[in-house]
């Protein structure tokens, strides 16, 4: 079965939306642990929408799975990263109009960059993982660069309907499969909820789904324990 690590960004945009102190995502991070979760995902965003530092501090402290932190591979987050030393640090793209992520980090067009990014939060003994789309140049790129894993972006997949739904499904397959053979280590995220990871749950070769909103949303109506329980069940037996 794929490990879940819980995305509690949004718990963090509930807080904000009244520039408050709750619900605070540290504690949210402790009860999806508590709840089965094997790890705990935050975005240290440029504009600080969501997550500030303060939590991301605090949540190294307290997490006792593996922290990941989703930043973008500036001086600045890099800086913060080597600092913090969460276990894993998932490079992505970050445009502050968006809502959230559109889609996958382009490590083939600045692979050098990404290259010296890698070095420095591996050189502090920090994991690396790429946020990227499920094209086998990007792939490719990935492990040129020497990130030890990636994590594909499922938006498409999870945005499409009938059979566009089920091409992006076969090009995810086929995007697991290349990865698996470069020995690079396969986590799948952005868009997933309890129908649509269903297909990819049967996939051995995914290590980790890396989901957020679908659980907060469904949070809010049953309770965080339960929602995350709900989801590893589908993960178990999907």
């Not at 190294?60 to 973008?72: I, P, Y």
């Not at 996939?203 to 989801?231: C, N, T």
């Amino acid at each position: 079965m794929a490990k879940l690590a819980v995305n509690v960004d949004h718990v963090a945009t509930i807080r904000e939306a009244r520039k408050t102190i709750e619900p605070d995502p540290v504690t949210a991070a402790a009860i999806a642990e508590l709840a089965g979760a094997e790890g705990i995902v935050v975005h240290l965003r440029e504009d600080r929408r969501h997550i500030k530092e303060r939590d991301v501090y605090i949540l190294r402290q307290t997490v006792k799975t593996h922290l990941n932190l989703e930043m973008a591979a500036t001086e600045e987050m890099i800086k913060i990263a080597l600092d913090i030393r969460p276990d894993v640090s998932t490079l992505v793209p970050e445009k502050r109009q968006e809502v959230t992520t559109e889609g996958g980090l382009d490590v083939a067009n600045q692979i050098e960059k990404i290259k010296e990014t890698i070095k420095e939060l591996q050189k502090g003994g920090i994991k690396v993982s790429l946020f990227i789309d499920p094209d086998p140049k990007q792939i490719e790129a990935a492990k040129k660069s020497g990130a030890e894993m990636i994590e594909l972006h499922t938006g498409c997949y999870c945005e499409a309907k009938g059979e566009t739904q089920q091409k992006e499904l076969n090009r995810l397959l086929e995007a697991v499969k290349i990865a698996h053979s470069m020995n690079l280590i396969v986590k799948a995220g952005h868009g997933l909820n309890y129908v649509n990871v269903k297909p990819l749950a049967q996939v051995k070769e995914i290590y980790e789904f890396s989901i957020g909103h679908s659980i907060i949303a469904r949070a809010v109506l049953v309770g965080l324990e339960k929602a995350v329980r709900e989801m590893l069940e589908i993960l178990r037996y999907p």
